[in-house]
């Protein structure tokens, strides 16, 4: 990781310095159209400590029979890279629909879609469905990558609130979808970055008011509690609705890029319109594809890291912060008059925490237990020196 170049990832809302590295912002020659100008690239920053807590990855990566098995597939893939791959990635979809299977019934690869990431499945979703003269909507705090999907499909963005407690309230959501008749919601459950998984009435109150389609993002949805149900139960009864899932986050594969969706499927056809050519590599599907046929040991961890992720929350709440409810593999916790000095603080001492949310929250993905333990005992320091 040391030959890592620093990213220019500095948060919204941080007076942080830019890392050493850091171009200074696009120079007035570059034609750059001019809502763009003065954007940051995305970017959680890539910083080279012991204790990386900032991404939610999963802190265990595949075995070594997983790896071989991912190998030898993309070396068969190799030998035919002189040829597309197939378009509409089959083999995948239909692999993704067996594993989703598990959670309901009647889902086969026609209502599967994928793409590099749940983020491009995202834009598809506003290519196809926003654009000039259409609007999306969101409730915030949440995932702070929607308006730039908006921003790039030149969709309208329009931020509802959630609650204190970070859910919606489903009376003000209603009454919102209403007025700004919005062509797509972004619901986020589990949310990042509070960890919230929405109330299934709540969801059923946004689908029946919203005229156009509603996204269930659920890239967390294999961390949540037993008894939350997913959105995936609610497909037979709403046609625009899409649930979209991802790799990158239980299935530890966030470098695999591989993301998808659940939805009706005219929603699927709809999304090939816009879908570059061949825009999954025969090298991905071949990747994707033997991770799947792991599944079962890839998710292995996923119950080690709840459990963690509720000891972790127990233990921030019985050392005097306030935290977030959560169904991910993260945890929301606060309040501090000075986040940003105990995020340096925990980078000082090697732990790489993310500073993003509310002001005054910070983020700790769950790691292993000892990722943790160094987690803990950072924190602890840091804020007693802060308090003296
Ligand atoms: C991590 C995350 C994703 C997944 O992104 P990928 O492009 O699939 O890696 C999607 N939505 C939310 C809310 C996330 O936190």
Known sequence: MSDRRPEPGTPAGSDR??????????PDWVPLRDELRGEEPYGA??????????????????????????????????????????????????ALADYLSREVAGLDANRVWAANGSNEVMQQILQAFGGPGRTALSFAPTYSMYPEYARNTHTRWVAGQRRDDFGIDADS???????????????????????????????????????????????????????????????????????????????????GRLGYLAADPAI????RIVRLPYHLSSVTQAAAEAALRHAPELLAQVDGLRVERDRTAQRLHDDGFTVAESDANFVLFGTFSDRHAVWQGLVDRG???????????????IGTPDEMHAFHTALQEVTDVEAR
């Open 45 to 94: 920053p890539q910083i080279d400590v012991p204790v990386r807590l900032n991404t939610n990855e999963n802190p265990y990566g595949p075995s070594e029979a997983t790896a071989d098995d991912i190998a030898s597939s993309v070396r068969a893939a190799a030998l035919d890279l002189n040829r597309y791959p197939d378009r509409e990635a089959w083999g995948l979809r239909t």
């Open 173 to 255: 959501a209603v009454a919102l979808i209403e007025a700004e008749q919005p062509d797509v919601v972004f619901l986020t459950s589990p949310n990042n970055p509070t960890g919230t998984a929405l109330d299934p009435l709540h969801t059923r109150a946004v689908l029946e008011a919203a005229p156009g389609i509603v996204v269930v993002d659920e890239a967390y949805a294999e961390f949540r509690r037993a008894g939350t149900p997913s959105a995936l139960e609610l497909l037979a009864q709403f046609p625009r609705l899409v649930v979209t899932r991802t790799m990158s986050k239980a299935f530890a594969l966030a470098g």
């Open 17 to 26: 310095r830019p890392e050493p590295g850091t171009p200074a912002g696009v």
């Open 268 to 271: 699927v056809d709809a999304l």
């Open 351 to 365: 732990v790489l925490v993310r500073e993003t949310g509310p002001l005054g929250w910070l983020r700790v993905s």
